[in-house]
């Protein structure tokens, strides 16, 4: 690339083992082809060998980028991070995570289309980057601060930085600990907190005085109008996400009337969907969506609800994990008779409170609970997957125990979020981790979108409902949602502006229109709607070669915990709506991922990208090195 548009045109590299900084140009990644965020951290992985290693290894890449559109007004202030995750189960995959706030559109005012960790640090450190000044430098009187706080210490010098920062469950190397910036936006699921706690990187400050030009702005205006529109639309999740939407409406009234502050969100975006709340006591912070999931099971009290989303962000915590899923465990446990209010108090070392059929408040709970988990003690801090591992060995119930995970965890250690249907569940079995926090297309249901995309309607091949149930079409739809949900994380857009309805006015105006005109207004490059597709498909191929080469991916990694072939789950999402899912045919899945493969041009019988697809893809690097290693069909 001459000169870039969209792109900063660098990507920072930092060895923290040799204390070196470098710069590459963001051009050698072939951006163009792999755009930025997922595509562009995938194509940097592959580069650097697909390194095998643990994912608290020194030699283990932490690889953060943004994406051409970030910074742009509208949707696209997010970041993606990628890493071998901690949290995966039972092995560590390269997995991604997302985020948003103010740190991705600033690395880019910085100069920055990415930054590649390597290396552990002797001491404490933190990444400064101010432009072109890179500096590393000491951060050992920060070590063990929790994140508010190292934020606040950190911006004494730079105020108007942005900064990227573990608490102490990441320092300690929990599986489950996040990478928080400002209060709310974090790079949640995955566990990669531990990875920067693992390099000993407690935080990475960047401030950014540069802009990145766009080749026609007038172009550009024009999708900006489209975007202030299409803001009209989404003010009721401005709305949704101002209170706990799973409590009593008088819980809900008590945050609306006493604690909300304002809403805030991302650089750039209109809708500005997070809300601030200040409840005394405890303490002023930012939330939505699962954040608020500390109810209606555990607690309809506002004070506790708040105290269980600032303690998890203070200390670096998975939400979804710590808030959701761990309590979710033990109250089904405890519910079954699998652990009594004893073995809970005893041999866990946790107070039970009311709903585990003891005396202790929530507060008294949830302070030991996270304490635990962000001092590193295992099991708390090592997930459910590990939690039930461990103690599945030591309690009598073990056996049971064990079966209940694999209910509430669908596969690779990741709670159950939600699965309405086939193309989710093919999703999941084919993926690295949770897939559905970004992509939502599965819960929609709009059949004049699902007709204009070439889709099946999504009731045809539901599980939520048997009797609707039809296995044939589902596996064209989670390849469409898998190439869209690899563009969105490359733009890259946010979840809630990029499903199918978003940007929809066909045939003059829909999603991929949209992205394909923006994109090719700030870069400069023609990037048709054809090209957009061949982009999302490129970057699954990339990743799923990524798997195959890393992890050995075959046709039989590609499945579900064994309970979804035999029962009706419910889900976590569930446990407010009553909603259970299946059971799913096991024969007629494994057929479907017969026709998954064939769609995706992989071999049938191991899973594997062909080689005559890679090349079709413009992977013909890829093809060669597998074939190198004996993984091309």
């Keep these: 690339m001459a000169k870039s548009y969209g792109w900063a045109g660098e990507v920072l590299q930092v060895d923290l083992t040799n204390k070196t900084v470098s710069k590459v140009p963001t051009a050698v990644h072939r951006p163009e082809e792999f755009i930025g965020g997922l595509g562009l951290c995938a194509k940097i992985f592959w580069e650097l060998g697909c390194p095998k290693v643990h994912a608290f290894d020194p030699g283990n890449p932490l690889i953060i980028s943004a994406g051409p559109l970030t910074g742009s007004y509208g949707p696209f202030g997010r970041g993606e991070v990628c890493t071998v995750s901690p949290q995966c189960y039972p092995d560590e995959l390269f997995t991604y995570s997302g985020f948003g706030g103010m740190f991705p559109a600033e690395m880019k005012h910085a100069g920055y289309d990415g930054i590649v960790i390597l290396g552990r640090a002797e001491k404490p450190v933190c990444l400064s980057i101010h432009d072109?000044?890179?500096?590393?430098r000491d951060a050992n009187g920060l070590w063990g601060v929790e994140t508010f706080e190292a934020q606040r210490v950190l911006m004494t010098d730079e105020p108007e930085a942005s900064i990227l920062v573990i608490g102490p469950a990441g320092e300690n190397l929990s599986r489950i600990a996040v990478i928080l910036n400002e209060t709310k936006f974090a790079a949640g699921q995955g566990g990669f907190g531990g990875v920067m706690g693992s390099k000993n990187l407690k935080a990475i400050v960047v401030r950014g005085t540069g802009v990145v030009g766009v080749a026609k702005p007038d172009k550009v205006l024009e999708q900006t109008r489209?975007?202030?529109e299409e803001n009209k639309k989404m003010h009721w999740l401005r709305l949704m996400?101002?209170?706990?939407?799973t409590a009593p409406q008088e819980t809900k009234d008590v945050f609306a009337r006493r604690y909300f502050k304002k809403n805030y969100g991302c650089y750039g975006c209109p809708l500005q969907c997070h809300s601030v709340h200040d409840v005394p006591g405890i303490g002023l912070s930012g939330?939505?969506?699962?954040?608020?999931?500390?109810?209606?099971t555990f607690s309809v009290d506002a004070k506790e609800i708040w105290e269980a989303n600032v303690l998890?962000?203070?200390l670096g915590i998975n939400t979804f994990e710590g808030i959701i899923a761990l309590p979710f465990l033990l109250v089904l446990s405890f519910e079954a008779g699998i652990l009594t209010r004893q073995e809970i108090e005893d041999d866990m070392g946790l107070p039970a409170p009311k709903w585990l059929g003891g005396t202790a408040t929530s507060h008294e709970f949830l302070t030991v609970l996270f304490h635990k988990i962000a001092n590193g003690e295992s099991p708390y801090a090592?997930?459910?997957a590990r939690f039930v591992e461990y103690f599945g060995k030591k309690s009598v119930s073990g056996e049971r125990l064990l079966d209940l995970y694999k209910e509430l965890y669908t596969a690779r250690g990741y709670a159950?979020?939600?699965?309405?249907?086939?193309?989710?569940?093919?999703?999941?079995?084919?993926?690295t981790r949770d897939p559905v926090d970004s992509c939502h297309e599965y819960k929609n249901s709009a059949p004049e979108a699902m007709e204009h995309f070439g889709l099946p309607p999504y009731d045809n091949y539901q599980i939520v409902d048997l009797s609707k149930t039809v296995y044939e079409g589902a596996e064209r739809v989670t390849a469409w949602v898998q190439d869209n949900q690899c563009l969105k994380n490359s733009l890259p857009v946010c979840e809630f502006w990029s499903g199918i309805t978003g940007f929809y006015n066909p045939p003059e105006m829909d999603l991929r229109i949209f992205e394909s005109r923006l994109l090719s207004a700030v870069t400069g490059f023609d990037m048709d709607v054809g090209k957009m597709a061949k982009a999302g498909e490129r970057i699954w191929n990339l990743r799923r070669a990524i798997m195959v080469k890393r992890e050995n991916r075959t046709r039989e990694n590609d499945t579900l915990n064994e309970p979804y072939f035999k029962k009706a789950i419910k889900c976590l999402a569930g446990t407010a709506t009553g909603l259970v899912n299946g059971p799913i045919d096991k024969a007629k899945f494994e057929a479907l991922k017969d026709r998954y493969y064939e769609l995706r041009g992989w071999d049938v019988n191991t899973g594997w990208p062909t080689r005559a697809k890679l090349e079709e893809l413009g992977l013909k690097d890829v093809a060669d090195e597998l074939a190198s290693i004996g993984k091309l069909p």
């Design 132 to 136: 072109e000044d890179v500096e590393i």
């Design 226 to 228: 489209i975007i202030t």
């Design 241 to 245: 996400f101002q209170t706990p939407y």
């Design 287 to 296: 939330v939505s969506c699962a954040n608020w999931l500390w109810a209606p």
């Design 312 to 314: 998890s962000q203070k």
């Design 382 to 384: 090592d997930g459910g």
């Design 416 to 431: 159950f979020h939600h699965m309405d249907n086939l193309g989710s569940a093919l999703h999941w079995a084919t993926d």
